[in-house]
């Protein structure tokens, strides 16, 4: 079957300010020599299942098939392509691939101080931009959004997706700190990663009960929309009678 490509991009409306809060080398990888701690001012906090289910346009199931990331307005944001496994709400299908953009991710150390350079330079000095170009710029820095770990190939996820303004693409609800779960096929479990302990899960819950959360939200979801249905009708109803009273004593 031939898999259709979605494009899927960020929503920076949606985060209202990034903050750099730490840039160490204290953490040790044989290809990493600078992190990027990043923390962000969003307009709204989910809390629960039942927030996503109700904003959320599209939920889907799938696995992370390849990575890509670079640097954006310096940024560093990252683009994955996304297998979808299941559609349990919206109008994305089962194999479709959809390709999601997230901030985030791994660059080279050298593109990402050219980048950077004027910041850098007023900041510090041109001779360190220099110095760290010629002693580390083979390497990589990386940069963490929220504590929430960098995607990875074969990692499986949950998506909670939006429409972006254009009404094609879609973003991810909240960004990956509240829109991205793991998901875990073997014991069916959905989970977040605790911060800083990545062998620690939370929000945990099983593939059933999140469809049992899923139907409920969405028969609630109808009846709201129902609900309002009526009251226009009746609104729609009352105006004609009105109308047609009027219009006896005119005659």
């Known amino acids: 079957m031939k898999k259709k490509l979605v494009t899927i991009g960020i929503a920076s409306f949606l985060v209202l300010g990034l903050f750099v809060v730490g840039f160490n080398t204290n953490k040790t990888a ?15 906090a989910y809390d629960s299942y039942d927030e ?3 904003d959320s346009e599209v939920i889907a199931f799938g696995t992370v098939k390849k990575v890509h990331s670079y640097i954006d307005d310096s940024r560093i944001v990252s683009k994955f392509d996304f297998d979808v496994s299941s559609v349990e709400k919206g109008s994305i299908t089962k194999n479709d691939t959809i390709s999601v953009e997230t901030i985030g991710g791994k660059v080279l150390y050298s593109d990402y101080l050219i980048a950077n350079k004027e910041y850098l330079v007023a900041k510090k000095s041109p001779e360190y931009v220099a110095n760290e170009i010629k002693s580390y710029g083979n ?3 990386e940069s963490i959004f929220e504590g929430v770990p960098n995607i990875k190939k074969g990692d499986q996820l949950l998506l909670f997706l939006s429409k972006q303004d254009d009404n094609v693409s879609y973003y991810i609800l909240g960004s990956s700190y509240y829109g991205q779960f793991y998901y875990d096929s073997e014991k069916e479990e ?3 990663i605790e911060k800083d302990v990545l062998t620690k899960r939370k929000m945990t819950i099983s ?11 969405i028969d609630n979801s109808n009846a709201l929309k ?10 729609e109803n009352i105006e004609v009678k009105k109308d047609s009273a009027y ?5």
């Open 30 to 44: 044989s290809d990493v020599c600078r992190y990027i701690e990043v923390n962000a001012d969003f307009a709204k």
């Open 52 to 54: 996503l289910m109700s």
């Open 139 to 141: 390497k990589y820095i």
């Open 190 to 192: 959905i989970y977040k």
């Open 207 to 217: 593939r059933g009960q999140f469809k049992e959360k899923l139907d409920k939200s």
């Open 226 to 235: 129902q609900e309002i249905e009526n009251k226009q009708n009746n609104k």
């Open 247 to 251: 219009d006896k004593y005119k005659k």
